[in-house]
């Protein structure tokens, strides 16, 4: 079974730059998650998506954040423009719904931005 | 919100040696999940193990085991006859079971040394 696709896996971009992430939940996981992590500021939740909707958006810092589910297969979180701040690792994860299914996470994205 | 409190920020560990992580939570809710993650160097986050509130029994996984206390709102993470590949960050996560609660909610972490 293929688990949980992200891509790209490492992004150096600079400053004031268009940055897309993109994740593929596994197949038959109706809930998605985006996730940020940082040694400064731990594992942050940024938003998460139920059936393709987003639920909680809460955890987005700003308005330069985006996320999308336009399908069950496939997710972007957008950050425009990037600041350095935004260095993080960005994790998405999946999970059967409804609830009491584990997350299973993707490798991550390390972003840098310079 | 539920919170999920890792006390120990860093454990160490003789290699082939028995070593415990602790992990409390805060909630109001009677029936929910409870994950313990392990994050190796790689940065992946695995699952390790799951506990569901509603079952009396510990979960085990090989050399995994946890202690789960409901009353105490405790859960702590036994990892027997530790080897070198041990080495982490190891995470807890709680989820509610409820439907339309679908987030989980993550401790600070725990950083496992093992030492040969």
């Known amino acids: 079974d293929a688990g949980v696709i992200q891509s790209p896996r490492h992004e150096v971009t600079e400053m004031g730059q268009e940055v897309t992430l993109r994740c593929k939940p596994i197949s038959g996981h109706n809930s998605l998650f985006w996730y940020r992590q940082t040694m400064m500021r731990g594992l942050e939740l940024l938003i998460y998506f139920n059936n393709n909707v987003p639920i909680d958006d809460s955890g987005m810092p700003e308005d330069r954040f985006s996320a999308k589910m336009p399908n069950a297969s496939f997710s972007t979180l957008k950050i425009q423009p990037s600041e350095p701040r935004d260095s993080a690792v960005y994790f998405c994860?999946?999970?059967?719904?409804?609830?009491?299914?584990?997350?299973?996470f993707g490798p991550g994205t390390r972003l840098l931005v310079l | 919100a539920q919170t999920v409190t890792q006390s120990q920020p860093e454990m160490s560990v003789q290699e082939a040696e028995t070593v415990t992580l602790s992990c409390t939570y805060d909630t109001s809710e009677s029936d929910y999940y409870l994950f313990w993650y392990k994050q190796p160097p790689s940065r992946q986050m695995i699952l390790v193990i799951r506990q569901e509130a509603y079952k009396q029994q510990n979960a085990t996984e090989n050399r995994f085991s946890v202690n789960f206390q409901k009353a105490a709102k405790s859960f702590s993470l036994k990892i027997s006859d530790s080897q070198l590949g041990d080495a982490a960050m190891y995470f807890c996560?709680?989820?509610?079971?409820?439907?339309?609660?679908?987030?989980?909610?993550f401790g600070t972490g725990t950083s496992l040394t093992v030492i040969p």
């Open positions: 996560a709680y989820r509610s079971a409820f439907v339309n609660r679908n987030q989980f909610y």
């Open positions: 994860a999946s999970s059967p719904s409804p609830g009491g299914g584990a997350q299973y």
